[in-house]
């Protein structure tokens, strides 16, 4: 009987202690997680390689919280204030804060794309043949020293057009509701999902005036 109770005793301590050194292990597992804050500037699908990252847990020993911040201004100042560890935007906002000469900057590490995913839209009834088409136009092409509007600037330059009226009044994130509302001849999108949609968000709106 003796015997038994002391089994029986042995076996409950044995799994007591399974069970703190299972805890203990887990808890400290869960302190290794590094947990990191990131500041993305728009949702796209030109960014998939990132999102297939985050599902498929490429970065395992992360926890990685993504914060939507539209503008490359408002993810350098997220940065810069601490609100976030990362910054995922184009690389200009590295060179404007660099460019102020203040003692702490930020530095771009890493490039997700080579190419900017940009498609430009016009207006139904706009004869369109080619890029040189667009002379005379007004196109809403983003925030002024943002990347979408430096890389349109930068094509027209290479087809030396001269006549070409660039509205940067409207940030990137309201382009779309912008020129659906009216405004400009054309607009730089950012992707061709996103060109699609707006083509057929403009038909429907015509076809219900």
Known sequence: MKRALLII?????????????????????????????????????????????????????????VILTSGANNVAAAVLSGDVEIGFCGPEATIYVYNENKNDYLKTFAGLTSRDGQFLVLRNGIDYHDFKDIEGLTILAGRSAGMPLLNFTNAIKNEKLTNVKIDSSVDFANLTSAFISGQGDGVNLFELSVMIISYLIILNTKLLL
Do not use: C, M, Q
Not at 11 to 20: D, E, F, K, R, Y
């Open 9 to 65: 005793l042995i076996g409950i301590i044995l799994v007591i202690a399974t069970i703190v050194v299972f805890i203990s292990k887990e808890n400290k597992t869960d302190s290794n997680i590094n947990k990191i804050r990131v500041a993305e500037v728009t949702h796209s699908t030109f960014y998939a390689p990132w999102y297939v990252a985050l599902k498929n847990n490429y970065f395992e020993d992360l926890e990685i919280e």
